[in-house]
């Protein structure tokens, strides 16, 4: 470019082009949430299956140290 202005059919193709891509990082962005918010649900689906299994293994855990417990008292 010589420094003179852009004509007003270059500065509106520059702009149509700068809308172009702006449509098309939105769709990706948009496409990019998607993935996101289904990850985030399958791994809160499996943190509440591993909490779950953890509350489980430790009234199972405790269940034992009162078993354990008793013994110790009986032999007594």
Known sequence: MSGEPPT?????S???RRV?????L????????GILRA?????SAE????NERTRAARGRVEEMIGRV??????SR
């Open 26 to 33: 939105c769709r990706r962005l948009q496409e990019d949430n």
């Open 20 to 24: 172009e891509e702006l449509i098309a």
């Open 69 to 74: 417990a008793a013994l110790t008292r009986e």
């Open 14 to 16: 520059r702009l149509e």
């Open 8 to 12: 007003e059919t270059e500065a509106l």
């Open 39 to 43: 990850r985030h649900q399958a791994l």
């Open 47 to 50: 943190y509440v299956r591993l």
